[in-house]
């Protein structure tokens, strides 16, 4: 395995690196006072001004859908190794991968759009999401099962005629709050007669679709995430035409492996570049503060904490390019393992180095006033979205046990597969 850098990705980096120096670091107290103004004016869902001008700026600089590879209606499209590095530059800031048209669930959305959807389904939706025209969001989980387990779903899809109809409740519905979400990607129960795995479909539905209510938006740590926000969604009798099931009944869970894999590994890149700003915030703050004499830094019990950091930085980055080069050479069927040891390892990372990087600030540090605080909380989410943790150790573990099954030879003699 080669993890260089290319030409290509070198040049694009440094591009990259220069606009986040230009247009996002220095911007990031003015995104936050946007939603702040637009919440005291009685509305926080309003797409921000910062946003939109930024978009422009990306595409001009020729970052915009790096995160999709393959594509011939996203040419500038990277391999995942190559957006390894990219993307993990866009998660130092929150807000940055939506300039670049890179941020979930949209990314997750449009690749399922690229790999599953008719042609016709793709000019209709896929094409004004990949111009950054539309948001969409992804509704898969439930309140009332234990959304853990995907089988568990209730949502009915039901065929009526030419159409489908659909009925259920869902939450953290990422994005289904943004004013500018056109299209959801639902995920239901379409014969729960049939296998465990083969009952559930997916389904494209117009956001604007007769019987759906947004319930209410949910908070994470006391954020809503606006303009974007996780929503509590009812879809009652809401009805679309049988055209837009995706691929055919019972396929949800094959749909669902497809999409998930790539979202989760570019959360992983951003988490780990979160975690390398708080360790950039946590040694700036170390060597600027005096304390019982000497800087903090000096502090032997600091040394223990920055070196450990380091060292689980470097580990979770590894192990993510390992896993984006095994998904870009053998396919995300076989990279399962490595997809769901870096689901397990990065976020848990990135909430042991910002914790630290919080007790480095002090009060500070569970402030607004530094991007502590908000990047927690969006770590410790990812701890659950796209599967939490318990469930990515379980398929670590059965991966594992199955390598080690002792197997009987024609000669009655016990071997151990995978020695």
């Known amino acids: 395995m080669n993890f260089d850098y290319t030409d290509k990705v070198k040049a694009m980096r440094e591009r990259l690196l220069a606009f986040m120096d230009e247009h996002v670091y220095p911007n990031e107290a003015r995104f936050f006072a946007e939603i702040a103004a637009n919440r005291a004016n009685g509305n926080a869902w309003v797409p921000t001004t910062l946003i939109e001008e930024l978009k422009p700026k990306a595409q001009a600089a020729g970052l915009w859908n790096l995160f999709l590879p393959r594509s011939v209606r996203a040419p500038q499209g990277l391999s995942n190794l190559e957006y390894a590095p990219m993307c993990e530059i866009m998660g130092r800031v929150p807000f940055a991968a939506e300039v670049f048209n890179c941020s979930a669930p949209d990314t997750g959305n449009m690749e399922t759009f690229e790999r599953y959807a008719s ?16 948001r969409s969001a992804f509704l898969m989980t439930e309140p009332e099962v234990a959304s853990s387990d995907a089988t568990n ?13 659909i009925n259920g409740r869902k939450w953290w519905s990422s994005g289904a709050g943004d004013p500018r979400c056109a299209v959801y990607i639902v995920m239901g129960k379409s014969n729960p007669d049939a296998p465990r795995h083969s009952q559930q479909s997916m389904i494209i539905v117009p956001a604007n679709s007769k019987g759906i209510t947004i319930v209410r938006p949910l908070s994470v740590f006391g954020y809503d995430d606006a303009p974007h926000g996780h ?32 979202g989760r590994i ?7 570049g979160s975690a390398e700003r708080a360790m950039e915030l946590m040694c700036q703050r170390l060597n600027s503060r005096v304390a019982f004499g000497k800087p903090v830094s000096a502090q032997s019990v600091w040394h223990e904490r920055i070196a450990d950091a380091r060292c689980r930085i470097e580990m979770a980055r590894l192990l993510t390019l390992k896993a984006a080069y095994m998904m870009d050479t053998v396919g995300n069927k076989v990279a399962k393992a490595e997809i769901a040891m870096i689901k397990v390892v990065a976020p848990n990372m990135a909430c042991d180095v910002i914790d630290m990087a919080i007790q480095a600030h002090g009060g500070g540090g569970v ?21 939490p943790d318990e469930v990515h150790r379980q398929s670590i573990a059965k991966l594992e046990l ?4 002792v197997v009987k030879t024609d000669v009655d003699m016990p071997v151990t597969r995978g020695c």
């Open 119 to 134: 042609e016709e389904l793709k000019d209709q939706w896929l094409e004004p999401l990949l111009r950054g025209e539309i």
């Open 367 to 387: 402030s607004d006033d530094f991007p502590l605080a908000y990047a927690y909380a969006n770590q410790r989410t990812l701890r659950l979205a796209d599967g």
């Open 402 to 405: 199955a390598r080690h099954m």
């Open 231 to 262: 929503m509590e969604v009812i879809l009652e009798d809401v009805r679309v035409p049988v055209g837009n099931l995706l691929l055919g009944e019972g396929r949800g869970f094959e749909i669902a492996q497809g999409r998930l894999g790539p």
């Open 153 to 165: 779903i209730q949502c009915r899809i039901e065929r009526d005629g030419d159409e489908y109809v």
């Open 266 to 272: 570019h959360h992983c890149m951003r988490s780990i």
